[in-house]
């Protein structure tokens, strides 16, 4: 397919310029609010990356198949406009807490700072993460998708149908479970079945597992004080989960390394190939971006905002361990924990004397925003994994992006809160009959609730970390024993008992860390939902009896379950666009 004649020449400034403005000026904001909307409503917000790169593909059509990169810059830059504009809520935080709020100026200024290193640690762990482990990244895997269907004529005939028919039943979906009780009270996400779809049972499973454990033992942490009558069991689990997910890590970084010695000291090439160059990146331009950035965080933090320097350093030396930890997180599950990297640094920082809340806060704000934006880094460069784009093209996108959101996050908390006074009402003070329905704000309740826990430290919270830090060694350490072993390689070989057996290990009896913490991050309901789909999905492709791939002609990662999943998560966020817009509009129209 030929360009359409009225569209600017591929590569040229023409065609960037059209790119980064539609990703910026228009579906980014339009992804922020929504961002923003279910920040402060529900405490959590739908990643912007299928919406805008279902949208970004309308405009990148007539460019025929070359278009899904185009499209993919689109979303990059969207997607991160939309992370950084909910982050708002940290304003919602210094309200609750009485805390003088800064100049906006200075706020975007310190923001801006975190984002654009987050960009840059996200970007120097994408070999690791994309490249070295092939993690899924669901949302990933659903852009690539959705681009390659909707900028090709030839996929777009074999795939509309079951992409066209998720994104249906996801728009229906997300708009019902605001309006049918019944739904609500069940905790329905189309976009959480939708994620589970793509990621199938061998992840799903694991989510259920982790799910049933730490809802069990909700009884017994309350025996032990760890938790009080009443709390949910992720208020501990949570601490648990992320340590099993650090324990894991430390396995799998210690192999990539040992790996990397070996083949140093043999003299042994990576690879035969040279890299290909949609993959180079400056690797001492990044380092300087990395090191520029980090200054850039520690001098605004301090001069500008009056932060202890110690505390700053050390937040942005634990960016490097949580944006790879988040990372392995949304790799597999789809679930960025940035509110769990936040917690879990106040804590570090009360243990070694931290009791200024505000501190605490500013210092939290960049492990909060650093994650998010390096975590969608990486998923959008698993997008571009699978489509060949053009990685640093792909940075300039968000780095832009990045500097609308910064603005966008003050302006939009803001907005919101001048639009709906129920947000400046502190929520952790309340009673639960006096808790605002409409509002729970649960990300920003969490964060006020640790930093008020600053003048009442907790040793058992460090011990939790402790404790899942361990699971993750050992579970991990395990897998990797048992699948180096030629009879058990030769067993999960070995026709369907064998499969079978191979099924049970990987995802009953010594599941995947990264899997089985996400049941301990969000509430039961969640991880049914998303076990739920992925079951569904594994059901229907082993009824197929052959790779759905070969079937329709698709590539190997764009199955039919995949593709509808897809759907189920764009549907998903077109209904809380919807949702949010309307809300916005009819509290501004209000006298």
Request: charged share 10%; net charge positive.
């Amino acid at each position: 397919m030929k360009r359409r004649a009225w569209l600017p020449a591929q590569d040229s400034w023409k065609y960037h310029l059209l790119l980064a403005a539609t990703g910026i000026f228009l579906l980014g904001p339009l992804a922020g609010v929504t961002a923003a909307y279910m920040n402060f409503s529900l405490g959590f917000f739908v990643g912007g990356q299928v919406l805008a790169g279902l949208l970004g593909s309308t405009v990148t059509a007539g460019y025929g198949a070359d278009g899904k990169h185009g499209a993919n810059y689109i979303q990059t830059a969207a997607a991160s406009v939309a992370s950084m504009s909910g982050m708002g809520v940290l304003i919602q935080a210094m309200v609750w807490m009485g805390l003088p709020q800064p100049p906006a100026w200075q706020l975007v200024a310190y923001m801006l700072c975190i984002g654009m290193f987050g960009a840059g640690v996200g970007m120097l762990y994408t070999p690791v993460l994309v490249d070295r482990l092939q993690l899924t990244f669901p949302s990933g895997l659903a852009v690539a998708n959705i681009l390659r269907a909707l900028t090709d004529p030839a996929l777009l005939r074999q795939s509309v149908g079951k992409l066209g028919g998720g994104l249906a039943a996801g728009l229906a979906l997300g708009l019902a479970a605001v309006r049918v009780p019944v739904l609500g009270a069940i905790e329905l996400s189309a976009s959480t079945f939708g994620a589970g779809m793509v990621v199938g049972a061998r992840i799903g499973v694991p989510v259920v597992t982790g799910g049933l454990i730490s809802w069990s033992l909700q009884p017994f942490f309350v025996s032990i004080g760890w938790l009080a009558p009443g709390d949910p069991f992720r208020k501990i689990m949570f601490l648990i989960a992320l340590g099993t997910i650090m324990g894991a890590a430390v396995i799998d970084l210690g192999m990539i390394f040992w790996r990397a010695g070996q083949g140093i000291r043999n003299r042994v090439r990576a690879s035969a190939a040279p890299q290909q160059d949609w993959k180079r990146v400056h690797s001492a331009r990044l380092l300087l971006w990395i090191g520029f950035w980090g200054a850039g965080i520690v001098f605004t933090g301090h001069t500008v905002l009056g932060q202890p320097v110690g505390y700053l350093l050390l937040a942005v030396a634990l960016v490097f361990v949580f944006a790879l930890v988040n990372g392995i997180s949304v790799g597999v599950s789809d679930s960025n924990p940035i509110s769990s990297a936040f917690v879990v640094a106040v804590v570090l920082m009360a243990a070694i004397g931290l009791k200024d809340p505000g501190v605490g806060l500013m210092a939290g704000t960049v492990l909060l925003v650093s994650t998010s934006v390096a975590c969608d880094m990486q998923q959008d460069r698993s997008t571009g994994w699978r489509l060949g784009s053009n990685r640093v093209f792909q940075f300039r996108y968000q780095v832009v992006g990045i500097l609308m959101g910064a603005v966008l996050a003050v302006a939009f908390a803001k907005l919101f809160m001048a639009a709906y006074p129920v947000l400046l009402q502190d929520q952790t003070v309340m009673k639960a009959d006096q808790q605002p329905v409409e509002w729970s704000a649960a990300m920003t309740y969490k964060f006020v609730g640790v930093l008020r826990s600053l003048t009442d430290d907790k040793p058992f919270q460090r011990t939790a970390i402790g404790i899942g830090i361990a699971i993750g060694l050992v579970l991990e350490g395990l897998r990797k024993f048992i699948r180096t072993r030629v009879a058990y390689r030769r067993l999960a070989a070995g026709g369907r008992g064998g499969q079978a057996i191979d099924f049970a290990v990987d995802a009953v009896l010594l599941p995947s860390p990264y899997a089985l913490s996400f049941g301990g991050f969000v509430n039961l309901p969640t991880s049914l939902w998303f076990g739920a789909g992925s079951v569904v999905s594994s059901l229907l492709e082993a009824r197929r009896g052959k790779p759905p791939e070969r079937e329709l002609g698709l590539p190997t990662d764009m199955s039919g379950t995949s593709l509808f999943g897809g759907g189920l998560i764009a549907g998903d966020a077109l209904a809380a666009l919807g949702l949010g817009t309307v809300g916005l509009l009819a509290a501004l129209a209000r006298p």
